[in-house]
């Protein structure tokens, strides 16, 4: 994992960084009942950026696919209500739980493909698979990616994708990540998104900002957090005098990152919190909310990832 660690004391900042394994080419084969992509055991370990790419574009063509309602034969396509939205029957080669599964599953792990169904809004209705009424398409031509390997985590391994957009020679950048599974092959644990840049420079950290003003500006220490839900006003009664002294990177989620802050405080007589005389430490759970701009989620005494 990559950890950042701050020192206010003149704020200096040093950068650990995580290393780089090599991935080993093997010759690409496909299982044709799935059409996913495997190795043989003794490359269970091994997957090129290429074959990434084509697991990824792979994926991105069902998703179409999927989207469309499928192929439709002759006289199949049928619409109805469902709490007052329009929806439309999969087509029969998708059209059941079963079959939508394993036509998921040729290329997701079995998580994810219970995800998508879940986002995509996809129910059974009346022993058929049906979905919202939707089309669309998009210009990413995900079979022209570019992969570069980034780490591997939880047997995971992630990637940077970046994608062409159209005839034009601009592109889009995701991330995703694939995982082996022993006889199914490698199959993608984390679709593509989009990364959020959690990389929060030391002095525009909120947790950072949090500390500086919360004896000498209420107002700016709660700004500091998103659902405006922690009580700033009962957190410092009794503290005389806090100093921050470290702030270090502990543990990130796509769209979050957490903190861990080290701090001293001096505190009067009848303080009741949970803070001691000295030095303390807290958790901060962080989130990007625009350009360069990052707010506290939550903030407590004991990790929240």
């Given at each position: 994992?990559?950890?950042?660690?701050?020192?206010?004391?003149?704020?200096?900042?040093?950068?650990?960084?995580?290393?780089?394994?090599?991935?080993?080419?093997?010759?690409?084969?496909?299982?044709?009942?799935?059409?996913?992509?495997?190795?043989?055991?003794?490359?269970?370990?091994?997957?090129?950026?290429?074959?990434?790419?084509?697991?990824?574009?792979?994926?991105?063509?069902?998703?179409?696919?999927?989207?469309?309602?499928?192929?439709?034969?002759?006289?199949?396509?049928?619409?109805?209500?469902?709490?007052?939205?329009?929806?439309?029957?999969?087509?029969?080669?998708?059209?059941?739980?079963?079959?939508?599964?394993?036509?998921?599953?040729?290329?997701?792990?079995?998580?994810?493909?219970?995800?998508?169904?879940?986002?995509?809004?996809?129910?059974?209705?009346?022993?058929?698979?049906?979905?919202?009424?939707?089309?669309?398409?998009?210009?990413?031509?995900?079979?022209?990616?570019?992969?570069?390997?980034?780490?591997?985590?939880?047997k995971s391994r992630m990637y940077k994708l970046v994608v062409p957009v159209g005839e034009s020679?601009?592109?889009?950048?995701?991330?995703?990540?694939?995982?082996?599974?022993?006889?199914?092959?490698?199959?993608?644990?984390?679709?593509?998104?989009?990364?959020?840049?959690l990389d929060i420079p030391g002095n525009i950290n909120p947790a950072f900002i949090f500390f500086?003003?919360?004896?000498?500006?209420?107002?700016?220490?709660?700004?500091?957090?998103l659902y405006g839900d922690f009580d700033i006003e009962q957190f410092k009664r009794g503290i005389?005098?806090?100093?921050?002294?470290?702030?270090?990177?502990?543990?990130?989620?796509?769209?979050?990152?957490?903190?861990?802050?080290?701090?001293?405080?001096?505190?009067?007589?009848?303080?009741?919190?949970?803070?001691?005389?000295?030095?303390?430490?807290?958790?901060?759970?962080?989130?990007?909310?625009?350009?360069?701009?990052?707010?506290?989620?939550?903030?407590?005494?004991?990790?929240?990832?």
């Amino acid at each position: 994992m990559k950890v950042k660690k701050w020192l206010y004391t003149g704020i200096a900042a040093t950068l650990l960084s995580i290393p780089v394994f090599t991935l080993t080419d093997h010759a690409e084969a496909k299982d044709q009942s799935n059409n996913s992509i495997v190795v043989k055991p003794s490359q269970e370990n091994s997957i090129t950026e290429k074959q990434v790419v084509a697991l990824v574009s792979k994926w991105k063509k069902n998703e179409t696919y999927i989207q469309m309602g499928g192929k439709y034969k002759e006289g199949e396509y049928k619409s109805f209500q469902y709490e007052n939205m329009p929806y439309r029957y999969l087509s029969s080669d998708i059209g059941t739980k079963k079959k939508l599964m394993k036509y998921l599953t040729g290329t997701l792990t079995r998580s994810q493909a219970n995800q998508f169904i879940e986002e995509r809004g996809i129910i059974e209705y009346k022993g058929k698979m049906a979905q919202p009424e939707a089309d669309g398409g998009s210009l990413l031509q995900w079979d022209k990616a570019k992969a570069v390997y980034l780490k591997t985590e939880n047997k995971s391994r992630m990637y940077k994708l970046v994608v062409p957009v159209g005839e034009s020679k601009e592109t889009q950048t995701f991330h995703t990540e694939v995982l082996y599974l022993q006889g199914k092959g490698w199959k993608i644990s984390e679709r593509p998104y989009m990364p959020v840049n959690l990389d929060i420079p030391g002095n525009i950290n909120p947790a950072f900002i949090f500390f500086k003003y919360l004896l000498v500006d209420q107002k700016q220490a709660a700004d500091q957090f998103l659902y405006g839900d922690f009580d700033i006003e009962q957190f410092k009664r009794g503290i005389k005098k806090v100093e921050f002294k470290s702030l270090d990177e502990r543990a990130r989620t796509k769209s979050q990152v957490e903190f861990s802050v080290t701090f001293t405080t001096e505190l009067d007589k009848g303080y009741k919190g949970s803070l001691k005389n000295g030095t303390n430490k807290m958790y901060f759970l962080i989130e990007n909310t625009g350009e360069m701009e990052f707010k506290i989620v939550s903030a407590s005494m004991e990790p929240n990832l």
